[in-house]
């Protein structure tokens, strides 16, 4: 059984490494803003689930070719703050302008994931879900954000942050899955996967 991850962020790739993973990474190239603006109504956690199940879908004609027995974990994150989901800043004005309202204040951090089961090529079980994670912000001064800014790091990530980089040090606390703001949460993960009956230490690498 192959896992693949649909995403190119290299801290999902890196979150599940280390929790003994080595999964097969096929990009999506989904239209995200098609797809957010497609599910706005439905409410945040849906947009945020849709998007997931999006890239998912997008890589498994791919899989199904290169690893008929496989199973694709799709993920997406953003930010939920007064209202409004936020993905990645489109340039670093806009991640200042998001971080000045951030400081000193909580959010919810999104994120959504999808789990396709392929068995000889053809899909025989999916399953998605989210999780929420409330992040309570620090205060930084007006030249740390400069500084965080210049790094390039808020631009790759949900909400202009992430705990396992620069960002760290601007988070005050995390209420609730730690490994769901870096990225991926392996306690969703592993629930969607024992809903297509995948149980996750059979995905684990082989020991020496």
Same mark, same amino acid.
Not at 1 to 17: C, D, H, I, Q
Not at 158 to 175: M, N, P, Q, R, S
């Given at each position: ?9 290299? !801290? *999902? ?5 280390a929790a003994g993973i080595d999964p097969v990474v096929h990009v999506s190239g989904v239209d995200e803003p098609a797809v957010e603006a497609a599910n706005t109504h439905l409410g945040p956690a849906v947009t945020v689930t ?5 890239? !998912?879908? !997008? =890589? /498994?004609?791919?899989?199904? *070719?290169?690893?008929?027995?496989? =199973? ?5 994150? @953003? #930010?939920? @703050? ?19 309202? @951030? ?5 919810? /951090? ?13 899909? =025989? ?10 992040? *309570? %912000?620090? *205060? ?13 790091? &808020? /631009? ?13 040090? %601007? ?14 949460? #392996?306690? /969703? ?18 020991? &020496?």
């Open positions: 059984m192959t896992t693949v991850l649909a995403s190119a962020s290299p !801290a *999902r790739l890196s979150v599940l490494r849709a998007l997931a199940a999006a890239k !998912a879908e !997008a =890589v /498994l004609p791919l899989v199904a *070719r290169e690893h008929p027995n496989a =199973v694709v974990i799709g993920c997406d994150s @953003m #930010l939920l @703050m007064n209202g409004t989901l936020r993905g990645k800043p489109a340039d670093a004005a806009q991640a200042r302008r998001e971080w000045s309202e @951030m400081s000193g204040a909580t959010g919810d /951090l999104l994120t959504g994931h999808a789990v396709v089961l392929l068995r000889g090529g053809e899909v =025989v079980a999916r399953s998605s879900g989210h999780q929420r994670t409330g992040i *309570r %912000f620090g *205060r930084p001064s007006e030249e740390e954000i400069t500084a965080y800014l210049a790094t390039g790091e &808020p /631009l790759q990530v949900a909400g202009g942050l992430t705990i396992d980089g620069y960002g760290g040090w %601007f988070v005050e606390g995390v209420d609730g899955d730690h490994s769901s703001v870096i990225g991926i949460s #392996l306690p /969703l993960t592993r629930s969607l996967l024992a809903d297509v009956n995948i149980s996750v230490v059979d995905l684990w690498r082989r020991q &020496p």
